[in-house]
Nanobody
Framework: QVQVVESGGGLVQAGGSLRLSCAAS????????LGWFRQAPGKEREFVAA????????NYADSVKGRFTISRDNAKNTMYLQMNTLKPEDTAVYYC????????????????WGKGTLVTVSS
C-alpha cells in the first residue's frame, strides 16, 4: 500500500512555470507506476501524465506535450511534474496517483489518490 501527498501548487501568470511534487510513503514506492490527473472547475478529471516504476516509460496528454515533464526519484520516494509555458486552461486541481500497473492509468483502475493541489494560471 502507498500513500501520496501533493505539493507545489499556487498562482502563476500565463507563460510561467511551476513544479509539483508528490511525496509517497511506503517501502515499496519504487514498484508503483505514478501519474498526474487534473480536474478543472465544472469539468471531469482528466489524465495529464504517467511514469512507470523505473522512469524509462512516460506518457502525456496531448494538451501538455512539450510543456510538462514528469519524473521520479525513487531514492527520495518522490515524483515531480515540471510545468512550463503554463496557460489559463491549465488551471485545475492536480492529483497525484499511484498504481502497481502502468496500464491502469489509461483505464478506470487507479488504486491510490492524493487529495490534490490547486494550480491557478492567470491571464
Amino acid at each position: 500500500q502507498v500513500q501520496v501527498v501533493e505539493s507545489g501548487g499556487g498562482l502563476v501568470q500565463a507563460g510561467g512555470s511551476l513544479r509539483l511534487s508528490c511525496a509517497a510513503s511506503g517501502r515499496t514506492f519504487s514498484r508503483y507506476a505514478l501519474g498526474w490527473f487534473r480536474q478543472a472547475p465544472g469539468k471531469e478529471r482528466e489524465f495529464v501524465a504517467a511514469i512507470n516504476w523505473s522512469g524509462n516509460r512516460t506518457n502525456y496528454a496531448d494538451s501538455v506535450k512539450g510543456r510538462f515533464t514528469i519524473s521520479r526519484d525513487n531514492a527520495k520516494n518522490t515524483m515531480y511534474l515540471q510545468m512550463n509555458t503554463l496557460k489559463p486552461e491549465d488551471t485545475a486541481v492536480y492529483y497525484c496517483a499511484a498504481d502497481l500497473y502502468y496500464d491502469d492509468f489509461f483505464s478506470d483502475g487507479i488504486n491510490y489518490w492524493g487529495k490534490g493541489t490547486l494550480v491557478t494560471v492567470s491571464s
